[in-house]
């Protein structure tokens, strides 16, 4: 079973995160949580970056904010797909540091950004990834867009 890492540089990123955590959960995919910051436990990161993928990790998902180094130097030193959530912090100039500092690797060191805060569209696009592979959970992923689509249909009616 494929399993997603999501891991932030602080505690203070998890009330973002926790969209990625439970659209992970919606689709039956398990996740590992925990803290890593790219600053203050460099040793950590090493150790999480080149190990991830022997822990039967699928996919990465970084959150950060501020200078926001965590998803780039992790996508460094793992093989597996790194997906950014640029989070506005309270050390951020308006989450565009974090949102640049994500978006703009070098070549050869890729990281999928998502929005400012999305984390939820990071775990869609995690939970996607698996389901390239994984027929079930592209199954699930199927029927959560069909209910995306549901709702806006019912919207419109409404209107009417």
Same mark, same amino acid.
């Given at each position: ?17 926790? +969209? ?125 867009? +069909? ?14």
């Amino acid at each position: 079973m494929s399993k997603v890492a999501i891991i932030m540089g602080s505690i203070s990123d998890m009330p973002v995160m926790q +969209e990625a955590i439970d659209i992970l959960k919606g689709f039956d995919i398990e996740t590992e949580v925990d803290i890593v910051s790219a600053h203050r436990t460099p040793e950590k990161l090493f150790d999480f970056s080149k190990n991830a993928h022997e822990r039967g990790i699928s996919v990465i998902i970084a959150g950060a904010g501020g200078a926001a180094h965590l998803p780039g130097m992790v996508a460094s030193m793992s093989p597996l797909p790194v997906i950014g959530v640029p989070v506005k912090s309270s050390n951020s100039i308006d989450g565009w540091d974090s949102v640049l500092s994500i978006l703009q690797m070098p070549g050869g060191v890729p990281v999928a950004t998502v929005a400012l805060n999305g984390a939820k569209n990071a775990g869609i696009l995690a939970a996607q990834i698996i389901g390239s592979s994984d027929e079930c959970v592209l199954d699930k992923i199927i029927a959560y867009k +069909e209910g995306l689509k549901q709702a806006v249909l019912k919207a419109s009616e409404g209107l009417k």
